[in-house]
């Protein structure tokens, strides 16, 4: 018997850090609930900035324009390296400056290197993963996606419980 089709209006793609946390869940594990978090905050926030820089056809120029991401047709538009990316190598444009600090440049550095250890399965101590999860606490927070950035919370005091629970 073949599974039927869903017939559901939700989005097909499963939305892992919505879920709460168990206390099952490794620093990596938090890591990407985190990732996925960042992008799903990230997705709406970077539909002008990358409108204003690639015209009303963004989506497509953006996965062809930057050969350092030659791999994005197959990623999800959801995915913070698929903006990530192409923030940092627009990072000389006038779009960047006009959106974000040099700060917010900073913690966009430090969650590519965070991604980049996660998506090439490296391990992920508890005080990284923690200092990963603050980084995009604060860039949500930038951003002003303040619901993304207070579930993000959430993982943060998850991810403090088990540095400390470690220290002891």
């Not at 168990?22 to 799903?40: F, N, Q, T």
């Not at 005091?157 to 629970?165: C, I, K, N, W, Y």
């Amino acid at each position: 018997m073949r599974p039927r089709a869903s017939t559901s209006s939700t989005p097909s793609h499963s939305i892992v850090a919505f879920w709460p946390t168990s206390p099952i869940d490794s620093p990596r594990d938090l890591v990407g609930k985190a990732l996925e978090l960042l992008g799903h905050g990230m997705l709406p926030r970077m539909h002008g900035v990358f409108e204003l820089r690639y015209g009303d056809d963004w989506h497509y120029k953006l996965r062809t324009a930057h050969r350092i991401l030659p791999s994005v047709r197959h990623v999800p538009l959801h995915d913070p390296s698929v903006y990530i990316g192409a923030l940092l190598q627009d990072a000389e444009a006038e779009t960047f400056d006009k959106v974000f600090t040099v700060t917010t440049r900073a913690s966009l550095e430090h969650i590519r290197d965070a991604r980049n250890r996660w998506g090439h399965f490296a391990e992920i101590s508890a005080m990284q993963a923690s200092q990963d999860v603050r980084e995009m606490q604060m860039l949500l927070a930038d951003l002003g996606a303040a619901d993304e950035a207070r579930r993000m919370a959430q993982i943060q005091r998850t991810l403090d419980l088990m540095v400390r629970s470690s220290r002891s």
